[in-house]
């Protein structure tokens, strides 16, 4: 996984309500290749999305068909 700051992720929004993420659990990071694009608040969150974010945080790194990897 990237190197991320605490401090930084704090300062955070949702990208779909702009809530701010204040270090919450079980939003949703959305990585392309080691940047982080945009984070998701668990209420924005599709339930396929939510399959992925628990993937994610159990240390799997999730692809989709078509990914070129
Ligand atoms: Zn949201």
Not at 3 to 8: N, R
Not at 26 to 31: E, M, Q
């Amino acid at each position: 996984m990237p190197a991320l700051s605490l401090a930084a992720l704090r300062d955070r929004k949702c990208a779909r309500c702009q809530r701010p993420y204040r270090g919450k659990q079980n939003w949703s990071f959305k990585f392309h290749g080691d940047v982080l694009v945009e984070i998701v608040c668990p209420d924005c969150l599709t339930p396929a999305e939510h399959v992925e974010a628990a993937l994610n945080r159990a240390g799997f790194r999730v692809t989709r068909e078509g990914d070129q990897q």
